[in-house]
């Protein structure tokens, strides 16, 4: 880039102050110039502008790579050759974002998707200026409203935040001063960029809480005391205070329950077109984005490498890995279920790329790829593929089907098949990491992969020995929490809620699990749904002997679980074992992955030296670790979070256990991972006859693992049946409202 | 209001047991102070029943059960009867101690609030500046200070500004030519005297304060309401003292806490070291003279004052953080 981008973006700053349109496309100022002001203007600017393709040797150029090829009116925002780095002191300077243009138009809702890591979030907070040391942007300029964002001064930034952009923070539930009041963060905001206080300002934060359905009492609660939906509504709410021409929405749903997750995305699409900002949803969630988005862009390894009409991406993805993305994704209600996985895991982005970031992932790799991949123009949008536009099939990992001839009623087969290998003809080669030392061993697409995975069920199956059927039985089971009385909807807290001594005659309980009856056979999977507060992760922790129940039995063979004593439960867990929703929590940072397994050995099977040995590496090749030799040296955080999952698993199978309780086991995992620990946990159940009890609210993964689903609500069984028939034709109110909440991808 | 009436019953039972341990522990331990008192006599010669009898009565050895002995004891409490002290005899227990709290409270309560302040602030400032020159200098600094013992750094003071240079008195608590009085020599008398000891306090605590309050800081600093503060526009001071240091300062806030119940007991050394008519002085004398009834009051005092400090810290951090406030 000529220049320094500081003042030159300065100038055009000053420039462009209040003359809105008038953007000098091809005055001398080099940086300075916006681009084109219709999509005619390709190279233009030349390699300052807009046009900054790194291959100018792109077949056609009808457009801008930038943005949209039929643009009538000057972007709000656009940004070219943007590159962010960090540079954490004493490890590789990692390069986050890499040479990102791209534009976003007035009042148009635009989506940024890809897995974590990927670089989504660090190029929100650039577009935005909220990047923090160590992370800086070394090049490229973020043009917001005709000023060089990338230039402008602390102070200059903050009045500028008015009337320009807002951000929404990952899910609002700590994006709130936990010491502040509502009314005291509308004070602040209001105080500072509208000048308007008291009884004004609280006039004006009514409004605006009315905006996102709040009542106005809400201003004088503390944020402990809202729930996470009305936590972020009032975020929300705030960035709206500032009457902001962008709105930068940072995972804005995540952290919520389903079904509040619809309402508030619904929120957020009525507000968009309401009050006619343009907006920009970064999600790891396809789903989310596809369904609320105008315009979706794909990231992946820090570059955008599809941007396409959501319509287009959902119907006929062109880039790969946007395919493979979407084929994570699925409607659990359809007569065929398939989920897809990427195996491996996105490059270390400390090493500059070698030609395509994707193609050690691909399944559809060539020779070309390992040339730097040129951005395509197709139809109205972008890809970064060399292989473009080529008919892409995804190869999948798991299925689940509804047989013709049997759908609807009570004989609902399902199965789960390894990868069918439906894929392009010519993509046949066995690329992608060699089986083991990537996260989805087991997807290993094609027709490679499959002898593998056969060999795989056959070890399995030698090595773990079968153990004797009982059934997990649960009668009237209860659970009574006593809570403190909040005003807030935050029911069912955890055991250890209340305060001890004080207050006690104030509280009050709740039954977090209420009347519970279930039979879980061996070998049989039961899924278990419902939202957040519905009183499946107690039921769950009660099922893994971990909690006590107020009343009602939970017995298998001759143990109960209810009158057991502390110290007996040992007993109980050597045949119930659980597997944890969060794999970054549930190993303990200093031990190796060895030294984990191997105590979960030692305490539930008495192992020692050769055996231990022996079974260690067994269990490691078991959930796909190999070679299991080097795995269990390693320490956690030198693990993906795909494999930390295999190693939680590897973990509770050491008890040799009957039956798993799986609570999320994939819900913190990336999308493209999922299929991967959902597979393992199928086949361990099809192979060694453990029964697993599947605790989620994704009914998709549900309708994959599961032969048999419970829908819980408010610690009610309120739906059961056979999976496929459960979901294909639900009953009860509660289960179809959960059915709805599932973004649809078309 | 409501929630300071809660905490009232707790504050009520623990001061019940501290008393009552008071109470408790000394007729745990062997022997009684006359017995040691008679051990010495022994030694010159034996000792006859008059002289075994007029040593008890002096000392007032207990008589009568243990539960009548409990009743006058609480008695004596309420009424602020704490004995005779041997070490100034005739003086009652309460009289001495009455003479050097306010000498405590003045030097080690005023050196400890503005130790926490100072600490404090410049915590912020140097976690709001991180990286800064100023960040650096008083991480490094602080972590050298905190290392040196703190009766070691007042003898070093003592000497060097006290004995070498001569600015500062090297002991007591105000100059011998002056009486204690409300007038202004008195008063500058005595507020040279507390220099050199508030500095030892001061140097010793604000190191600490400092580094907690800068790590906290950088704790909060990454959390999302910052962010989003910053986000939203808001003034940097704002941020910085609203956000950030209001939250930042709630696990010092407990720390503060404990520190404050420590200013009555905890001066002993810097006491000791210059002479200081204060508790801390006092208790010494009483432990080297073997001055029980001294003792045990100043053992029931030091500990009330650290109950009443952690009641006024609870009720405080219960302004201070709205979720513990039920």
């Not at chain 1, 013709?404 to 990491?433: H, I």
Request: aromatic fraction near 6%; glycine fraction near 12%.
């Amino acid at each position: 880039m000529a220049g320094t981008p500081g003042e030159l973006g300065a100038a055009g700053g000053r420039r462009g102050d209040g003359v809105g349109g008038s953007a000098p496309g091809g005055s001398g100022a080099p940086g300075v110039g916006a681009p084109g002001t219709d999509g005619t203007s390709s190279g233009s600017g030349g390699r300052d502008g807009a046009v900054a393709d790194p291959q100018p040797a792109a077949p056609v150029v009808e457009g801008e790579p930038g943005g949209h090829p039929q643009r009538t009116q000057q972007p709000l925002l656009f940004a070219s050759g943007l590159d962010v780095v960090y540079e954490p002191a004493g490890a590789p300077v990692v390069h986050a974002v890499r040479g990102v243009d791209l534009s976003i138009d007035p009042g148009e809702m635009v989506g940024l998707v890809g897995e974590s890591g990927c670089g989504k979030s660090t190029l929100g907070y650039a577009l935005t200026r909220l990047l923090r040391p160590p992370a800086r942007i070394t090049a490229g300029r973020v043009v917001f409203d005709g000023r060089d964002v990338t230039a402008l001064d602390q102070g200059r930034l903050r009045t500028m935040r008015h009337r320009g952009f807002a951000v929404v923070l990952q899910s609002g539930m700590n994006a709130l001063n936990p010491v502040r009041t509502i009314d005291g963060h509308f004070a602040d905001v209001l105080r500072t960029h509208r000048r308007v206080r008291g009884a004004a300002a609280r006039q004006v934060a009514e409004e605006l809480l009315g905006h996102v359905e709040l009542a106005p009492t809400v201003l004088d609660r503390f944020p402990h005391e809202l729930s996470g939906g009305m936590r972020q509504r009032v975020v929300i709410a705030l960035a709206l205070a500032l009457q902001p021409k962008l709105v930068v929405f940072d995972e804005p749903t995540t952290a919520l329950d389903v079904l509040v997750q619809r309402a508030v995305m619904d929120t957020i699409a009525r507000l968009q077109a309401e009050v006619g900002f343009s907006a920009l949803v970064i999600s790891h969630d396809l789903g989310l984005v596809l369904g609320t988005a105008d315009r979706a862009w794909v990231m992946y390894a820090g570059r955008i490498v599809e941007r396409r009409e959501s319509a287009a991406l959902a119907g006929a993805p062109l880039h790969p890995y946007s395919a493979a993305l979407l084929a994570c994704h699925g409607d659990p209600t359809a007569d065929n279920v398939q989920l897809g996985g990427i195996p491996g895991s996105p490059p270390d982005l400390s090493v500059p790329p070698q030609g395509c970031s994707f193609a050690p992932r691909c399944w559809m790799k060539e020779p070309v790829c390992r040339n730097d991949p040129p951005e395509r123009v197709i139809g109205t949008g972008t890809v970064a593929c060399h292989l473009a536009p080529r008919k892409l099939v995804v190869p999948r990992a798991l299925e689940a089907t509804v047989l013709a001839s049997t759908a609807g009623g009570m004989g609902v087969g399902q199965n789960s098949t390894d990868g069918t290998a439906t894929y392009d003809g010519r993509a046949a080669l066995s690329a992608g990491p060699g089986p083991g030392a990537s996260d989805g061993p087991a997807l290993s697409p094609g027709a490679a992969a499959a002898p593998d995975g056969a060999a795989w069920a056959v070890r399995r199956r030698r090595s773990l020995e079968r153990v004797e059927p009982e059934a997990l039985v649960l009668q009237d089971v209860v659970k009574q929490f006593r809570t403190a009385r909040r005003t807030g909807g935050r029911a069912g807290g955890r055991a250890d809620g209340a305060w001890p001594g004080v207050g006690r005659a104030r509280s009050s309980t709740v039954r977090a699990v209420d009347g519970v009856s279930l039979s879980l056979e061996p070998g049989h999977a039961v899924g278990l749904v419902g939202a957040s507060g519905s009183g499946k992760t107690t039921l769950g922790r009660m099922m893994a002997g971990m909690d006590r129940p107020s009343s009602g039995t939970i017995r298998l063979g001759g143990l109960r679980v209810e009158t057991m004593r502390s110290r007996d439960l040992p007993r109980y867990w050597q045949r119930v074992q659980m597997v944890f929703q969060d794999p970054y929590a549930g190993l303990n940072p200093v031990h190796t992955v060895g030294y984990a397994i191997g105590r979960a050995l030692r305490n539930h099977q008495r192992l020692r030296d050769d055996r231990l040995r022996s079974e260690l590496h067994r269990l490691l090749e078991v959930v796909g670790l190999t070679p299991s030799g080097q795995f269990s040296a390693k320490l956690p955080h030198q693990l993906s979070g795909g494999q930390r999952q295999r190693v939680v698993i590897a973990r509770a199978l050491a008890a040799k256990p009957q039956v798993l309780v799986a609570d999320e086991p994939v819900s913190m995992l990336d999308v493209s991972l999922r299929a991967g620990i959902l597979r393992l946990l199928d086949e361990l159940r099809r192979d060694t006859g453990v029964s697993l009890l599947y605790i989620t609210h994704d009914l998709l993964s549900a309708r994959l693992v599961t032969d048999h689903l419970l829908v819980l609500q408010k610690g009610r069984v309120v739906e059961s049946g056979p999976t496929a028939s459960v979901l294909r034709s639900p009953s009860h109110s509660y289960t179809k409202q959960l059915i709805e909440a599932i973004p649809v991808v078309a | 209001m409501r929630y300071a009436l809660r905490r009232l019953p707790v504050l009520v039972v623990t001061l019940w047991a501290a008393i009552t341990l008071n109470f408790v522990l000394p007729r745990m331990m062997p022997g009684t102070p006359a017995d040691a008192a008679l051990g010495k006599i022994a030694g010159q010669g034996p000792v006859t029943a008059s002289q075994r009898r007029a040593i008890e009565v002096m000392l007032g050895v207990p008589h009568g059960s243990l539960l009548s002995q409990y009743w006058q004891y609480l008695k004596a409490i309420a009424e602020g009867n704490f004995g005779i002290s041997y070490t100034y005899f005739p003086e009652p227990v309460s009289k001495v101690i009455g003479a050097a709290l306010p000498w405590t409270l003045a030097l080690v309560g005023t050196s400890t609030v503005l130790a926490f302040t100072t600490g404090a602030l410049l915590g912020v400032l140097a976690a709001w500046r991180r990286g800064s020159r100023l960040d650096s200098v008083a991480t490094v600094g602080c972590t050298f200070m905190t290392a040196f013992p703190y009766f070691w750094t007042a003898l070093l003071l003592l000497y060097a500004l006290g004995f070498v240079l001569g600015w500062f008195p090297i002991r007591g608590g105000y100059s011998s030519s002056v009486s204690p009085g409300w007038d202004w020599t008195f008063a500058a008398s005595a507020l040279r005297h507390s220099v050199l000891p508030a500095f030892t306090i001061l140097i010793s605590g604000l190191g600490g304060w400092l580094l907690g309050m800068r790590n906290n800081m950088m704790g909060v600093l990454g959390e999302d309401y910052v962010t989003f503060a910053e986000a939203n526009g808001l003034p940097a001071r704002t941020v910085a003292l609203r956000y950030a240091a209001r939250n930042a300062v709630l696990p010092s806030a407990t720390a503060f806490g404990m520190a404050l119940g420590m200013v009555v007991g905890g001066s002993l050394l810097t006491e000791v070291v210059f002479g200081y008519p204060g508790i801390g002085y006092l208790l010494y004398n009483a432990v080297v003279n073997e001055d029980y009834p001294l003792m045990q009051a100043l053992f029931l005092v030091i500990t009330v004052s650290v109950l009443l400090a952690n009641f006024v810290v609870d009720l405080l951090y219960g302004f201070l953080d709205p979720r513990v406030r039920r």
